[in-house]
């Protein structure tokens, strides 16, 4: 049995849908950052990209990790600490990719999620490629990653389906349902 690659996740605040499918910006949430950075460390993830283009978007991000990392919130909850040094901010995706092939030494193949990809990879086909060379796992928020993405001729993971004819789940959600069916031990 090979060991797999390394797999860094991407959350994208640009480019991503509006309700109305116009491509815009996201606001960083502080929820998205803490609970998506937990879930990679759990599961043995490498790094955790937060995308924005937004300067002050991209500060803020700074200053939580710093304080949870380096100021007082490093003694009051190390491992909240230990989860958020996965994070690294990035201006665009073009950025992330660069970092993480500087990261993993090998020329990285993002992956991209989303909740209407019927006939995508699937999670074993994921595995599989996991096997061969470093991934990036992309997420949306918004209403989900921009049509752009999807002409890159880069993998789609197959959609999750829990079978009801409700599919809305949460980005930090679809991450630990996603990262259990690629990493989990069972
Ligand atoms: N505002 C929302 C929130 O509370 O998280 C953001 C929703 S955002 C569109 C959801 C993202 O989670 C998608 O871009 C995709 O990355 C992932 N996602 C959601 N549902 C999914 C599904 N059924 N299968 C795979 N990924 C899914």
């Known amino acids: 049995v ?12 640009h480019p991503v849908r509006d ?5 815009v910006t996201t606001a960083v949430t502080n929820l998205d950052l803490h609970d998506i950075a937990r879930t990679a460390r759990t599961y043995g993830v490498d790094r955790y990209y937060v995308v924005t283009p937004v300067a002050e978007q991209q500060r803020l991000v700074e200053t939580i990790v710093a304080h949870w990392r380096e100021g007082y919130g490093a003694s009051a909850n190390p491992d909240r600490g230990e ?3 996965l994070i690294e901010v990035v201006a665009d995706l073009d950025a992330a990719l660069a970092h993480w092939q500087a990261c993993s030494g090998a020329e990285p193949l993002p992956v991209l999620t989303g909740a209407r990809c019927r006939d995508g990879l699937d999670f074993a086909g ?9 991934l990036l ?11 752009e993405l999807f002409t890159q001729g880069w993998p789609v993971l197959e959609a999750i389906d829990g079978g009801s004819d409700y599919n809305h789940l949460p980005v930090r959600a679809a991450a630990a349902i996603i990262l259990d069916r690629l990493l989990g031990v069972t």
Do not use: D, I, M, Y
């Open 19 to 23: 309700r109305n499918g116009a491509r």
């Open 137 to 147: 796992l992309c997420f949306g928020t918004g209403w989900g990653l921009a049509p």
């Open 126 to 134: 994921c595995r599989r490629l996991l096997h061969e060379r470093p």
């Open 83 to 85: 989860a958020l040094k």
């Open 2 to 13: 090979t060991s797999r690659q390394p797999l860094a996740v991407a959350l994208l605040h």
